[in-house]
């Protein structure tokens, strides 16, 4: 039931890309994802193809959890495909009245699903190897520039942490009031949409009057213990950079300005 | 009119590399009125071994039968079992979501498909019967202090007329006047209706006071069945798997390791008073 | 300083003639009436010392608490904590530090998602470096026994262990004084003697001051001394031999008795020659044995 839903889910391993500074994955995973957009080229592609499986190697993540984030897009990426199949202007290839199927519609339909999938697999690269933490961490050091202009980036950093610390435990608690309304006679199976969100009322209620219990006392207990926001706060584990994390950023520049090379150098042949 | 356990086991998670064998070849008969304890540690299996008594979790394997009837066959109405046997689950007041009290304890017998009359009836009775103040009948839960809003809570299971009624921890964060009037009303209820009842507790005091039959389990295993003073008898055993005998019956064991006269098999205060009163007038 | 400072530094808390007033409002907000939750307290907690504080849910105990740690403040009298008035606001940080509060429900007060963190968390907000953190970090969990769990996720622990991963949060501050309001309501009885070990062993070790809120009579028994609260007012104050001597005052504050106490209170009512206040099982064996000596009842 509700069980099986996973946030933020993180494989545990010893890689090197484990270990980079999460600003680095972050920064990495952006620059991956601008790849993907500056051009539309086989050779292009080729590289990032490349530049992905050597990640994802390197990362010692098994494949098949790559694989698994990319169930939840089938259905973006046969529509897109299918979009840009009869809907690009071209050669056609058949025509079936007004829809016609041409070359240019092919290329850019393969192109259009391997984007998408690269950019689901280089996001979940990121959460698989990033432990929720530190990529809140990554967030609140990488973003902190922002507070210059009054965004509250340690507070939003801090309430995304305590989500992902009492989703669990709300997932827990969803279950045990389920459990306790049916032990009640309630049907949660049956009826037409109308009578079935009707029936979600005795879950609800008492689920956002827990929430809001336990947000109070979570926040009386953070008061307790001297919390008063981001200011004069230190970091058990401050986010500094090392030589791999420089290591890093050098390659990841490497492959961005090859990418761009490529583009400049083909620009006209294909696109 | 019992339920029957027979050779129940339940298996979590099968396949997912996680599995933990919760329940391990229980067999039981619970009669109806009878008035269990049920104890162990925590993670000892009790909380499933009582939610497959009201079908919300399915056995693995083995079989349970309901007034005779197996439930787990492709016609048996899993409503009429949950109908019949009442599961109060732990801090029961977590699952009030009506704006008041009354209106709450409706939920049950109207999800019952009684007549609107009949559910009204039903509800003033199960509010009574746990004894809440009439004044408090149509108050938010909010306004209502803890042990009050558990004893409604309570009143909403009791509302659907259930011949079993399955409490988890039922005084668990209470004060001592709070649980000594929530076991009072169950003890009241059991005598007057002949409802049965099964006590999930971890206070062996409060077994000991009330309960005519404990069953102990440990690690998935029914490892005790018996009357209580039986049960305490084997206070090492209890011990070996986290639990205990209530004080007195200590007191009473070191009084025998030294040198008095006492009967070891007291499990309540007065039981020990009374031994020991016994005890010095037999003397002189 | 022209402020009145608590000059006997011996009391690490001093109440004056504390009192605690709150509007109830209805729906609109408009002011019903008021109660008053602690009423004209006053009373002193000698540092390194277990105190107890009993009352039954309602009775005002657990407001008493909160002004200690500074998250109320008193609407007449004074609150000293360590020698500082609890009202002065700048020195707030400095109040909670020194007297760190441990809840009853131990999911709604971890913080973090690894327990290693989740101690770390007090120490970061007052701006320990590091270096120092990680070192206060070891020694408390260490402190608590919970040092081999220092990476798991506070999810996957007991209760009993999640509320020893709270305590932890607090020793890492480095208090004077933890105040723990009701911390074993919640646990199982092997979580309970756990956090009970525990807090004794900060007590004796550490010499932290140690004020327990509970329900538990058994929990009381070994405290230095104990405070029995009731509708707002302190009713009863002395060590745990002289509390449990009034079997029948405890009853009727809807309190309870250890079951030794209970059965020799219910012997001495039925004429046999026993003290009040028995609170162990030797100390009632030998006064059994005394009066089996004297010639039976």
Not at chain 1, 21 to 48: E, H
Not at chain 1, 144 to 161: D, Q, T, Y
Not at chain 3, 245 to 267: I, M, Y
Request: aromatic content about 8%; hydrophobic content about 45%; glycine content about 8%.
């Amino acid at each position: 039931m509700l069980r099986d839903i996973t946030i933020g889910q993180y494989y545990q391993a010893k890689s090197p890309i484990h270990a980079l500074d999460p600003r680095v994955k972050l920064v990495g995973t952006m620059v991956f994802l601008i790849s993907l957009f500056i051009g539309r080229n086989v050779i292009m592609y080729a590289v990032a193809t490349a530049f992905l499986a050597a990640v994802i190697k390197v990362s010692k993540v098994p494949f098949k959890f790559m694989v698994r984030g990319l169930k939840s897009i089938v259905f973006i990426a046969v529509f897109s495909a299918v979009f840009n199949l009869f809907l690009t202007e071209g050669t056609p290839i058949v025509q079936f009245g007004i829809f016609k199927l041409t070359w240019e519609g092919i290329e850019m339909a393969a192109f259009m699903v391997i984007r998408l999938i690269y950019l689901i697999i280089g996001s979940s690269l990121m959460t698989l190897t990033t432990t929720p933490n530190d990529l809140t961490d990554g967030l609140e050091k990488g973003l902190g520039f922002l507070n210059k202009i009054k965004v509250p980036v340690h507070e939003i950093a801090m309430m995304m942490s305590i989500a992902l610390r009492f989703i669990p435990i709300l997932i827990e608690e969803t279950d045990k009031i389920m459990k306790a309304q049916i032990a009640r006679g309630a049907d949660f199976e049956h009826g037409n949409i109308i009578q079935r969100a009707k029936a979600m009322i005795p879950i609800l209620v008492p689920l956002f009057v827990s929430a809001f219990r336990r947000a109070n006392e979570l926040a009386t207990a953070m008061e307790a213990r001297c919390y008063h926001g981001g200011e004069g706060r230190t970091k058990m584990r401050p986010l500094r950079y090392k030589a791999k994390d420089v290591k890093a950023y050098l390659i990841l520049a490497a492959y961005l300005v090859l990418m761009i090379a490529i583009k400049m150098l083909r620009n006209g042949a294909l696109v | 009119m019992s339920i029957i356990l027979d050779k129940v086991n339940y298996v979590y998670e099968i396949g997912s590399g996680f599995e933990k064998h919760a329940l391990k070849d229980v067999s039981c008969v619970i009669e109806k009125g009878e008035f269990i304890g049920l104890i162990g540690h925590t993670g000892s299996g009790k909380s499933t071994l009582i939610q497959h008594l009201n079908g919300i979790i399915k056995a693995t394997s083995g079989n349970i039968f309901f007034d005779g009837e197996y439930i787990y066959d492709k016609d048996y109405d899993m409503r009429k079992l949950r109908n019949k046997v009442g599961l109060v689950f732990q801090y029961p007041e977590h699952q009030l979501f009506e704006t008041d009290i009354f209106k709450d304890v409706c939920f049950g017998p109207r999800n019952q498909g009684l007549p609107e009359k009949e559910v009204q009836l039903r509800a003033f009775q199960a509010l009574r019967l746990v004894g809440l103040e009439e004044n408090l009948y149509y108050q938010s839960p909010f306004d209502l202090s803890g042990g009050q809003k558990r004893r409604a809570a309570i009143a909403g299971v009791l509302a659907m007329k259930p011949d079993y009624l399955i409490l988890d921890e039922p005084t668990a964060g209470l004060d001592p006047k709070g649980r000594d009037e929530i076991l009072g009303h169950i003890r009241k209820l059991h005598d007057e209706t002949g409802i049965a009842v099964i006590l999930v507790s971890h206070s062996m005091e409060d077994v000991a006071r009330y309960v005519d039959r404990i069953m102990v389990m440990n690690d998935g295993e029914l490892i005790f069945d018996d009357k209580p003073r039986n049960v305490f008898a084997h206070y090492r055993e209890l011990e070996s798997v986290g639990l205990a005998a209530p004080d007195v019956t200590y007191i009473m064991n070191d009084l025998k390791r030294a040198g008095f006269a006492v009967d070891t098999d007291a499990i309540t205060v007065e039981e020990a008073r009374d031994n020991i009163l016994k005890m010095l007038n037999g003397k002189g | 300083m022209l402020r009145k400072e608590n000059d006997n530094l011996e009391d690490i808390i001093k109440a004056e003639n504390l009192t605690f007033e709150y509007y109830r409002r209805d729906e609109e907000g408009n002011v019903e009436g008021i109660t008053t939750a602690v009423d004209n307290i006053s009373l002193t907690v000698k540092k390194g010392d277990f105190v107890a504080v009993l009352g039954h849910n309602g009775s005002g105990k657990s407001t008493f608490a909160k002004h200690i740690n500074a998250l109320l403040y008193p609407t007449e009298g004074t609150l000293f904590v360590n020698g500082i008035d609890t009202t002065e606001e700048e020195r707030l940080l400095e109040i909670r530090q020194s007297a760190g509060m441990v809840f009853q429900n131990p999911d709604n007060q971890i913080v973090c998602t690894l327990v290693d963190e989740e101690v770390a968390f007090g120490p970061e907000n007052i701006g320990v470096p590091s270096e120092e953190i990680w070192e206060r970090v070891e020694k408390s969990l260490k402190a608590v026994g919970m040092f081999e769990y220092r990476n798991a996720s506070p999810n996957k622990l007991s209760g009993g262990q999640k509320q020893r991963v709270a305590i932890a949060g607090i020793v890492a501050m480095k208090p004077k004084c933890i105040v723990l309001d009701e911390p074993t309501a919640m646990l199982d009885p092997s979580g309970r003697k756990e956090v009970m070990k525990v807090l004794h062993e900060l007590n004796k070790k550490e010499g932290v001051t140690i004020i327990l809120i509970t329900h538990y009579m058994d929990e009381v028994i070994d405290a230095d001394k104990v405070f029995v609260i009731d509708g707002g007012k302190l009713v009863m104050q002395g060590t745990p031999h002289e509390i449990f001597s009034n079997v029948e005052q405890l009853k009727e504050l809807r309190l309870d008795v250890p079951q030794v106490t209970e059965l020799a209170f219910e012997l001495k009512k039925a004429g046999v020659n026993l003290p009040d206040g028995i609170l162990t099982h030797e100390e009632f064996i030998r006064a059994l044995s005394r009066v089996v000596k004297s010639g039976g009842a």
